[in-house]
């Protein structure tokens, strides 16, 4: 896509899509955006309506756009809860969304997959050429999604760029508090009391700031890598969660003890090999995880 195009957004009231929306907004680009209900978002250019799983309403979403950015998708807890929804959003609505696009005229999809594609990889860091193996239902309709992007970019297009999102996090977009791990430990810590890690404390994850995530989708409108191969975007770092809980209480200043429950399954480790977003989109993260959590703090305290 050329500099400057028509983007559509697809979840755009969601957690990345409102960043998202923001950052373009400020460049100047002009958004659409495409959601199930009608609601204010002042950083669009305009607001269609659309659910996913309706291809006749994505077709007159996507109508004169120039690429589309898929961000709408059920969370991770939801498709454990139900798989059969958790299928119906994640993979058929992104069959429904490049099948749109398609009709629509538009030349390129950024579809925003995960890294828990990847299951529990036995290499760290991750690349992207590692087995998919994954071990929860959202992993699998992401990869499925990736599957469908691969397909119809050899098969007449849309152009497809495949990102594979690490843990994102940051600032919340609409000043509602996200009930995410670092979230929950900076509560906690500010409020006096010992976080506490629930589940492995040996888990790991790799957190990207939303800032950098953002950057990473608008760098892959451009990018001549459109070929549906995926690409890591992560911070390159991997963090356990007993880690992140003693990162809270030392930038904090705080002598509180965190508190590890009995876990109850194997530790998953992932950390991103970022190579290919380097050498593909020309990205690299900019914000460490310490910096991110410092200004959670800050914003945590002034509200």
Avoid at 41 to 67: H, K, M, Q, S
Avoid at 207 to 235: C, E, K, M, Y
Avoid at 238 to 259: C, F, K, Y
Wanted: with cysteine; aromatic share 6%; glycine share 8%.
């Amino acid at each position: 896509m050329k500099a400057g195009g028509l983007v559509a957004v697809t979840g755009a009231s969601g957690y990345i899509g409102r960043h998202f929306l923001r950052h373009q907004a400020r460049k100047g680009q002009s958004v659409i955006a495409v959601v199930r209900r009608s609601l204010d978002l002042p950083d669009a250019r305009d607001v269609r309506v659309a659910d996913v799983t309706d291809w006749e309403a994505l077709v007159r979403a996507f109508a004169g756009c120039d690429a589309v950015v898929h961000l709408a998708c059920l969370p991770v807890a939801r498709c454990q809860q139900d798989p059969t929804a958790g299928f119906r959003v994640n993979t058929l609505g992104t069959f429904y969304v490049l099948m749109a696009a398609r009709e629509a005229g538009v030349r390129r999809v950024v579809y925003t997959s995960s890294a828990q594609v990847y299951g529990r990889p036995a290499v760290r860091p991750v690349p992207e050429s590692a087995p998919c193996q994954p071990v929860t239902m959202y992993g699998a309709s992401k990869l499925c999604g990736e599957v469908w992007c691969r397909t119809l970019a050899r098969a007449g297009g849309p152009e497809t760029v495949v990102l594979r999102l690490f843990n994102a996090y940051g600032p919340a977009a609409d000043r509602t508090p996200r009930p995410t791990v670092e979230t929950l430990f900076l509560r906690a810590v500010l409020a006096g009391q010992e976080p506490v890690v629930r589940g492995h404390p040996e888990h790991m994850r790799d957190f990207v700031h939303v800032s950098d995530v953002v950057r990473a989708l608008d760098l892959a409108l451009t990018t001549h890598w459109a070929a549906g191969q995926p690409i890591n975007i992560g911070a390159g770092r991997g963090v356990t969660m007993i880690e992140l809980a003693e990162i809270v209480v030392q930038l904090l200043g705080s002598d509180l003890r965190p508190q590890v429950e009995p876990p109850s399954e194997d530790p998953i480790r992932l950390e991103a090999d970022i190579t290919r977003a380097s050498l593909w989109l020309g990205w690299a993260p900019r914000v460490t995880l310490e910096e991110g959590l410092l200004a959670m703090m800050e914003a945590s305290r002034k509200a």
